[in-house]
């Protein structure tokens, strides 16, 4: 069956230090592969999009990996700070339509 | 980029009856879609709606439970029809601004309580 599995633990670190969250899937075979932000009370924020035949992208504090091998993505958050707590969720884009995981939360600690 | 009011943010309603969630957009769209999430679960595309045909319903999803209407460019509704508990959820619509669902653009969301 086709699944996509995000860290289902909630992920807490300290501030400065760097937060990885991980999507995993099985069954797919994704175009792209894109993360976005959703606060409490509020709609998901786009943050990255990343394609099958691209390794690594990245966007200030942000960094993407896409393994198709793996079948995996890790999402980086560098010298994260407390701003930086919400829900991360990653989106596969297959067949011209977005397939969500369930989300991560990240609280991240002064 | 794109700016969506949803309305209403939230609602609280009984069992059988029916709300309808609006879904206004600052530019004009060729699609927009609606979503649910339920509680600790990922979103789930309920139908893609565009201007001029009739929706789109993705498995498990129904025209006579969830009628939508796209009269226009900018503006969608969606209705939860003889709703139950288990409709208590988040609707949310969204937007793609660019080519395919390459980034999408959310509404805040309705929250939806059934009792």
């Known amino acids: 069956s086709q699944k996509i599995e995000q860290n289902s633990e909630a992920l807490n670190i300290q501030e400065g230090k760097t937060a990885t969250l991980t999507c995993n899937y099985t069954?797919?075979?994704?175009?792209?592969l894109q993360w976005y932000r959703q606060d409490p009370g509020r709609g998901p924020v786009f943050l990255l999009l990343?394609?099958?035949?691209?390794k690594e992208k990245r966007k200030e504090r942000l960094k993407v990996t896409f393994d198709t091998t793996l079948k995996q993505s890790l999402f980086h958050i560098t010298a994260s700070q407390p701003a930086d707590s919400a829900t991360y969720l990653c989106?596969?884009?297959?067949?011209?339509?977005?397939?969500f995981g369930q989300g991560t939360e990240l609280s991240v600690k002064p | 980029s794109a700016v969506i009011s949803q309305k209403p943010s939230r609602d609280i309603c009984q069992r059988g009856t029916s709300l309808t969630i609006q879904c206004q957009v600052d530019?004009?769209?060729?699609?927009m879609f609606w979503y649910r999430q339920q509680p600790g679960q990922s979103l789930t595309l309920i139908a893609t709606?565009?201007?001029?045909?009739?929706?789109?319903?993705e498995s498990g999803f129904v025209i006579d439970k969830f009628p939508i209407s796209r009269p226009n460019l900018t503006f969608s509704t969606l209705t939860v029809s003889n709703m139950s508990p288990e409709d208590s959820s988040i609707y949310l619509c969204?937007?793609?601004?660019?080519?395919?669902?390459?980034?999408?653009?959310f509404g805040s969301g309705t929250q939806l309580s059934v009792l």
């Open positions: 969204s937007v793609d601004m660019g080519e395919g669902n390459e980034k999408l653009f």
């Open positions: 069954n797919y075979s994704p175009a792209y």
């Open positions: 990343i394609r099958e035949n691209e």
């Open positions: 989106a596969l884009g297959e067949g011209g339509k977005l397939i």
């Open positions: 530019s004009q769209v060729t699609m």
């Open positions: 709606a565009n201007q001029g045909s009739e929706a789109t319903y």
